[in-house]
């Protein structure tokens, strides 16, 4: 069964230092993948995601994830954090076009420290 | 302005009385979906529809009904809620494959006394 595992709950970080939310999936087919963000007190809003080509795929705020077949992972990074990056990131799978499902690990908070 | 709405965005009620809680999009989306939030678990599916009269189960549809008469409305009801349902709950819409890139509504939280 597909499934998604974010092995890290929470994150500390201090402003301005690189972070790394990590990110395995299974599945037997192919996937597409993706990283949502929450901030505190609101909806979900994609970040980035990847559909197929070029396994690196950014976001328009700096962050980044690579699509790792081998290893299954899907991590995303940021060279240099900001306050505002405070908030919990979901990663995400589907499998391919065949399905209406959307599964959902169980998310990373990310803690900014000045 | 494009955006998926829910209400109520509270909700105290107590076990067995019926709700309702609405989501709506305004992008024509053939897709639409229920998730809810809980610590530690993520988002789990509960229904989704994947356009007018056609829906089916997510991974926790139980105690939970959904109907799809219209295209930008997608009701979730609770027939008799129980104090397990007490959670956060996210209506999403998608305007087709893939369905992962969805547009989440800002989230209903439920308590069931």
């Known amino acids: 069964a597909q499934s998604v595992t974010q092995l890290d709950s929470q994150v500390p970080v201090f402003e301005e230092a690189p972070v790394e939310l990590r990110c395995n999936y299974s599945?037997?087919?192919?996937?597409?993948l993706f990283w949502y963000v929450q901030y505190p007190n609101q909806g979900l809003q994609l970040l980035l995601k990847?559909?197929?080509?070029?396994?690196l795929v950014e976001s328009i705020n700096g962050f980044e994830a690579e699509f790792n077949k081998s290893q299954t992972s899907f991590h995303l990074r940021k060279p240099s954090v900001h306050i505002s990056d405070t908030a919990e990131y979901f990663c995400a799978v589907s499998e391919g076009d065949s399905s209406y499902k959307l599964i959902f690990g169980s998310g990373t908070r990310l803690l900014v420290r000045p | 302005e494009a955006q998926v709405t829910q209400n109520p965005r509270y909700l105290i009620t107590v076990t067995g009385k019926k709700l309702t809680v609405t989501c709506s999009q305004n992008m024509n989306h053939e897709y639409m979906s229920w998730y809810r939030q809980d610590p530690g678990l993520g988002l789990r599916q509960i229904y989704y529809?994947?356009?007018?009269?056609?829906?089916d189960k997510g991974d926790v549809p139980e105690g939970y009904k959904v109907s799809r008469k219209e295209k930008r409305n997608f009701p979730l009801i609770l027939e008799s809620p129980s104090p397990n349902q007490t959670s956060l709950y996210f209506c999403?819409?998608?305007?087709?494959?893939?369905?992962?890139?969805?547009?989440f509504g800002p989230g209903t939280r439920l308590l069931v006394l």
């Open positions: 990847y559909l197929s080509g070029s396994t």
């Open positions: 529809s994947m356009n007018v009269e056609v829906t």
């Open positions: 599945s037997s087919v192919s996937v597409y």
């Open positions: 999403a819409s998608s305007l087709g494959y893939p369905i992962g890139t969805q547009y």
